[in-house]
């Protein structure tokens, strides 16, 4: 529906361009003489904005003000409140008891005036510098999913992203939970485009700590119950962090932090950037009241943490664990129940799911199509948790384990789910007001959500590939991995070293390694998702791993694509002990190449690991697959394409993608690992490349019954 809207709205957008200039028309013309501040000071309805654009200015260390700003050139996305608009922001500060009555002369100091003049203004502007258009009604985002909603990608003034919410009235979208004017809306001036609003765009600066906190004094919420459970276990204090303000005043002062990292390839430079800011985010999976009410009989506020731990004990949840009050510790029963509902990232509803260059993807229809998987690691006691989306779904789910057309000639589409595998919906956020916070994101779901026997082997009985950034929060958090803005700072990252400031708290990076990073958008790279890890220098970082899902034996493998000879060669080590790790195997030559050929500055070198292009006779295909794991490799997996969206070939199908399987080891689940990487070239500008892993139980990958799927 929202896409028909949206189209829809496009059309009429062309139409109306006819029309002639009023106060309510006036958006369909474009203002070839006019900027936008000139624009909104001929207009009598946008006079109350005027004056607080000419107040506020565009930074603590400039002298220019907003007004000044949106008189130069540029590309401007203007979320314009009307006077009306405003004065009802104003109305509701009193029922908030901010100020006594709905006037700028009743602030009680003039700092928390300014404070709210900046919220307005800095949160109705966006702007797309020099590399990006205006944002139109027809070129707002659409997600890729079922929900309703979707971020802009390029944050505005306050450095909040806005979400684009579609509804089933006609001709109507909303921002952030504020409709835009039918009419007085792609208001197009030499720089950039006005949109009308009837309500202040004010995402609430509040963290998931205060909004759990509201839930619970809020009897009709919907999220009491759950809330209780997060507070009980102490995890406020954990739930407030926003912004790692040390990180901030070391980036802003310059000396310590580098703002790039300059890296020559041959006779060019590549510019990496260093981000910004460090900040913490969060994705709260949870029951609601309904579900609670509904299962323990009660009504939400009366419902107690007792009520809730004797209901997960009928249900036989966690059976192992301790039952007592002491609901802080690791091993209790809640702790690691209400944990398991967590994520230490913040997950956008665009973000559930990536979709690029699987199979089958469409980069402008964005509708999914074959199966995609991420997997996270949740809080507290490291838990795998499977978020999960393909065309059949609709929707996105929480460890759906369906039954997929996996043969060698199969789609990898669902072909059916077993009610026991079908797994948990993810509803939609609300994100209107006070719930749209910065640093956190809550889903409600309607089912007991725990990481079950049935869950865990479900989970060993698949490969699991993850995309290698999905490992760090801060890469999501920080709008870092596969970042939908494509100008160099976004395309091109730059991750510091420990010696510089520790970004990544679960990667060590030496003094002499460069941590660089690419989104791949548009580059038609032959890599998972598009995007890949580019660490170069005399390099020797460590990783920690995701867990496993049981005690077993596993592969862990590591997807190569070998399209330059600027690829490096690293030893591999692996362990428990992150300080004392042992090497596992020769040295991983990212030069190599499947087809047998090792590509090197001196030439081509013949290599022997049996590699030959699918045939039309699957049973040979098997031997050649058979032949290629006897040397420790595999051909690249069939779900995504080798290179991006909409491209024909499968990585299968690629002779520089392959995979190498780096350790067959018995992995237990209540063990942390961790992987390093160390150069074995003296050459600095050798660069090894990163793109994604997996794990794969024995009883998957030597399963005589039912060999691995080529997927």
Same mark, same amino acid.
């Given at each position: 529906?929202?896409?028909?809207?949206?189209?829809?709205?496009?059309?009429?957008?062309?139409?109306?361009?006819?029309?002639?200039?009023?106060?309510?028309?006036?958006?369909?013309?474009?203002?070839?003489?006019?900027?936008?501040?000139?624009? *909104?000071?001929?207009?009598?309805?946008?006079?109350?904005?005027?004056?607080?654009?000419?107040?506020?200015?565009?930074?603590?260390?400039?002298?220019? #003000?907003?007004?000044?700003? *949106?008189?130069?050139?540029?590309?401007?996305?203007?979320?314009?409140?009307?006077?009306?608009?405003?004065?009802?922001?104003?109305?509701?500060?009193?029922?908030?008891?901010?100020?006594?009555? +709905?006037?700028?002369?009743?602030?009680?100091?003039?700092?928390?005036?300014?404070?709210?003049?900046?919220?307005?203004?800095?949160?109705?502007?966006?702007?797309?510098?020099?590399?990006?258009?205006?944002?139109?009604?027809?070129?707002?985002?659409?997600?890729?999913?079922?929900?309703?909603?979707?971020?802009?990608?390029?944050?505005?003034?306050?450095?909040?992203?806005?979400?684009?919410?579609?509804?089933?009235?006609?001709?109507?979208?909303?921002? #952030?939970?504020?409709?835009?004017?039918?009419? /007085?809306?792609?208001?197009?001036?030499?720089?950039?485009?006005?949109?009308?609003?009837?309500?202040?765009?004010?995402?609430? #600066?509040?963290?998931?700590?205060?909004?759990?906190?509201? !839930?619970?004094?809020?009897?009709?919420?919907?999220?009491?119950?759950?809330?209780?459970?997060?507070?009980?276990?102490?995890?406020?204090?954990?739930?407030?962090?926003?912004?790692?303000?040390?990180?901030?005043?070391?980036?802003?002062?310059?000396? @310590?932090?580098? @703002?790039?990292?300059?890296?020559?390839?041959?006779?060019?430079?590549?510019?990496?950037?260093?981000?910004?800011?460090?900040?913490?985010?969060?994705?709260?999976?949870?029951?609601?009241?309904?579900?609670?009410?509904?299962?323990?009989?009660?009504?939400?506020?009366?419902?107690?943490?007792?009520?809730?731990?004797?209901?997960?004990?009928?249900?036989?949840?966690?059976?192992?664990?301790?039952?007592?009050?002491?609901?802080?510790?690791?091993?209790?029963?809640?702790?690691?129940?209400?944990?398991?509902?967590?994520?230490?990232?913040?997950?956008?509803? /665009?973000?559930?799911?990536?979709?690029?260059?699987?199979?089958?993807?469409?980069?402008?229809?964005?509708? +999914?199509?074959?199966?995609?998987?991420?997997?996270?690691?949740?809080?507290?006691?490291?838990?795998? *948790?499977?978020?999960?989306?393909?065309?059949?779904?609709?929707?996105?789910?929480?460890?759906?384990?369906?039954?997929?057309?996996?043969?060698?000639?199969?789609?990898?589409?669902?072909?059916?789910?077993?009610?026991?595998?079908?797994?948990?919906?993810?509803?939609?956020?609300?994100?209107?007001?006070?719930?749209?916070?910065?640093?956190?994101?809550?889903?409600?779901?309607?089912?007991?959500?725990?990481?079950?026997?049935?869950?865990?082997?479900?989970?060993?009985?698949?490969?699991?590939?993850?995309?290698?950034?999905?490992?760090?929060?801060?890469?999501?958090?920080?709008?870092?991995?596969?970042?939908?803005?494509?100008?160099?700072?976004?395309?091109?990252?730059?991750?510091?070293?420990?010696?510089?400031?520790?970004?990544?708290?679960?990667?060590?990076?030496?003094?002499?390694?460069?941590?660089?990073?690419?989104?791949?958008?548009? #580059?038609?790279?032959?890599?998972?998702?598009?995007?890949?890890?580019?660490?170069?220098?005399?390099?020797?970082?460590?990783?920690?791993?995701?867990?496993?899902?049981?005690?077993?034996?596993?592969?862990?493998?590591?997807?190569?694509?070998?399209?330059?000879?600027?690829?490096?060669?690293?030893?591999?080590?692996?362990?428990?002990?992150?300080?004392?790790?042992?090497?596992?195997?020769?040295?991983?030559? *990212?030069?190599?190449?499947?087809?047998?050929?090792?590509?090197?500055?001196?030439?081509?070198?013949?290599?022997?690991?049996?590699?030959?292009?699918?045939?039309?006779?699957?049973?040979?295909?098997?031997?050649?697959?058979?032949?290629?794991?006897? /040397?420790?490799?595999?051909?690249?997996?069939?779900?995504?394409?080798?290179?991006?969206?909409?491209?024909?070939?499968?990585?299968?199908?690629?002779?520089?993608?392959?995979?190498?399987?780096?350790?067959?080891?018995?992995?237990?689940?209540?063990?942390?690992?961790?992987?390093?990487?160390?150069?074995?070239?003296?050459?600095?500008?050798?660069?090894? !490349?990163?793109?994604?892993?997996?794990?794969?139980?024995?009883?998957? !990958?030597?399963?005589?019954?039912?060999?691995?799927?080529?997927?």
């Amino acid at each position: 529906m929202r896409k028909h809207i949206l189209y829809a709205l496009a059309a009429l957008a062309l139409v109306a361009t006819a029309c002639t200039e009023s106060i309510d028309t006036s958006s369909r013309y474009v203002f070839k003489e006019e900027t936008i501040s000139s624009y *909104l000071e001929k207009h009598e309805q946008y006079s109350e904005y005027v004056r607080l654009l000419g107040e506020v200015m565009v930074s603590k260390i400039s002298e220019t #003000n907003v007004q000044q700003l *949106l008189s130069a050139r540029g590309h401007y996305t203007i979320f314009a409140p009307t006077n009306a608009a405003i004065q009802e922001y104003l109305d509701s500060l009193v029922k908030q008891g901010l100020i006594t009555e +709905p006037s700028w002369d009743a602030f009680p100091s003039q700092r928390k005036r300014d404070s709210i003049a900046q919220v307005i203004v800095y949160n109705s502007i966006i702007d797309s510098g020099d590399d990006y258009n205006e944002y139109q009604i027809n070129t707002f985002p659409i997600s890729t999913s079922t929900s309703r909603s979707v971020e802009i990608p390029l944050p505005n003034m306050n450095d909040r992203k806005l979400v684009v919410q579609y509804t089933d009235v006609p001709d109507s979208i909303l921002i #952030n939970d504020c409709e835009i004017d039918k009419l /007085n809306r792609d208001i197009l001036c030499i720089n950039g485009v006005i949109h009308a609003m009837h309500s202040v765009i004010s995402p609430s #600066n509040n963290t998931l700590d205060y909004l759990l906190k509201k !839930y619970i004094e809020n009897e009709n919420s919907g999220f009491v119950v759950s809330s209780k459970l997060v507070y009980a276990c102490g995890l406020f204090d954990k739930l407030a962090l926003n912004r790692d303000e040390a990180y901030e005043d070391l980036f802003q002062k310059g000396s @310590k932090i580098p @703002k790039k990292n300059v890296d020559h390839e041959g006779n060019s430079e590549q510019v990496f950037y260093t981000p910004e800011h460090r900040y913490y985010g969060y994705t709260f999976f949870a029951e609601t009241d309904d579900f609670w009410s509904q299962a323990i009989g009660k009504e939400p506020k009366d419902i107690t943490v007792e009520d809730v731990m004797d209901y997960l004990d009928s249900q036989g949840v966690y059976p192992e664990l301790k039952r007592d009050d002491n609901y802080e510790s690791e091993d209790n029963l809640l702790y690691q129940f209400i944990t398991y509902h967590l994520l230490p990232e913040r997950l956008s509803a /665009n973000t559930l799911v990536y979709h690029y260059n699987e199979k089958g993807f469409d980069l402008n229809r964005k509708a +999914p199509s074959v199966a995609v998987m991420e997997f996270y690691t949740t809080m507290g006691k490291r838990r795998l *948790l499977k978020i999960y989306e393909s065309k059949q779904s609709n929707g996105v789910y929480l460890n759906r384990f369906p039954n997929l057309d996996n043969d060698r000639r199969g789609t990898y589409e669902e072909l059916s789910c077993d009610p026991d595998k079908e797994g948990i919906a993810i509803g939609e956020p609300n994100l209107e007001g006070e719930n749209n916070i910065r640093n956190g994101i809550i889903y409600p779901i309607d089912k007991l959500l725990y990481y079950s026997d049935d869950t865990r082997n479900n989970l060993q009985k698949q490969r699991i590939r993850w995309s290698v950034p999905s490992m760090w929060p801060e890469f999501m958090n920080n709008d870092i991995r596969c970042s939908e803005i494509t100008d160099e700072k976004h395309k091109c990252v730059y991750i510091p070293t420990d010696e510089e400031y520790k970004y990544l708290e679960d990667v060590d990076i030496s003094a002499d390694t460069r941590f660089n990073y690419w989104t791949g958008r548009g #580059n038609g790279w032959q890599n998972m998702q598009g995007d890949e890890m580019s660490i170069r220098g005399l390099l020797e970082c460590t990783m920690k791993l995701p867990p496993v899902p049981r005690r077993g034996t596993y592969e862990l493998r590591f997807a190569i694509q070998c399209g330059g000879n600027m690829r490096g060669m690293v030893q591999f080590y692996w362990g428990t002990n992150k300080n004392k790790l042992a090497a596992m195997g020769i040295p991983l030559d *990212l030069r190599q190449s499947a087809d047998n050929q090792l590509h090197t500055q001196n030439g081509n070198v013949p290599s022997d690991i049996g590699y030959e292009r699918d045939t039309d006779d699957d049973e040979y295909n098997i031997e050649v697959d058979k032949r290629l794991r006897n /040397n420790g490799f595999m051909k690249g997996c069939n779900q995504y394409c080798a290179g991006g969206p909409g491209t024909s070939t499968m990585m299968r199908a690629s002779d520089i993608c392959i995979r190498r399987i780096i350790i067959r080891e018995t992995m237990d689940p209540d063990d942390t690992y961790y992987i390093k990487f160390k150069t074995v070239l003296d050459d600095d500008t050798r660069f090894f !490349y990163m793109d994604y892993l997996e794990y794969c139980a024995k009883d998957v !990958y030597d399963n005589p019954e039912k060999p691995e799927d080529i997927w």
